[in-house]
């Protein structure tokens, strides 16, 4: 019987040609357990009381599901025993969470659940990761480690909580895909070195936000609605992304004006959304920008900030520019 790789084996594996890649792959291996803890919660979700939202509100005035605190606080607890990074960041976190780690030599950012809405209806949610080298010219908490380019970035992935529960990640040789086989409790490896595809079938964008943009970013909506022929809008990025990964597709999330006044916003997080999806979709063949510039070149200037988003073909993003 022929089994494809476990992660354990691949990183094994990857470890023989690249030693120096050994804490990234003790790291990679954390969020591996951080994944199927989270899969093994959201696949009770109707079963536990975990449906549902929280009385509390995070740092964007946004109310708390209750499976944002339980993964949240997984990430945190989790993280802080295995001793490999010096600081977490989270949408969920106001500020830098120190993880009391002296010798961690990287920091990584969370969207511990994204898409969180989708829970209390079955549907696709994720869990997004970003790691830094931990700089040593500030301290482990200071705000600073996380504003770091998207280029900066040693690893990158999610954890897609879908029909099955997959891992994609980078390091910076291209994109993997891993798929929980939860009888085994393994990750096994599904495909390797995915590529976008050329063509571009599939535009993710909230149409009920059209009457909302700017004129600009409608003339280059109504570009996408002309490449693409289907529209697909699952509510979590993660999934979304995932799906104009592997058949083609450009996922587009401008700025927003829904006061009427013409102060358009945007929505998805810089460090723990928009920076590790670029980095996937860099090396994957596609691209990601703000329609200015390139995601992965842009300088954070806060933890929290939040930026207009086009990411996947690589062509149609170049359109906006
Ligand atoms: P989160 O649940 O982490 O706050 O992220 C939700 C995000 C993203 O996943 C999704 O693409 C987008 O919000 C959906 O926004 P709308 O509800 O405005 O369509
Ligand atoms: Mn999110
Ligand atoms: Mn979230």
Redesign the pocket.
Known sequence: MTLPKTLQQYLLTELKDHPERYELAMLMADIATIGKLISARTNRAGLTDIIGLASSTNVHD?TQAKLDIYTNNLCKDYLSNTHLFAALAS?EEEKVVDLKNPDGKYVVAF?P?????NIDVNMPVGTIFSVHKKLDTVPAGDEKQFLQPGREQVMAGYVLYGSSTMLVFTWGDGVHIFTLDVDLGEFLLSDAHVKIPDECPYYSF?EA?APHISKSDLRFLTKIRKHASKQR?A????A?FHRNMIKGGIFF?PAVDTSGEQDFKP??RLNY?AKPMAFLAEQAGGAASNGKIAILDIVPGTLHERTALIIGNKSIVKEAL
């Open positions: 946004e949408e969207d659940l994204d898409g969180s809405s909230n936000y809008w509510g979590a990025f993660v979304d999330y929505k998805l959304e």
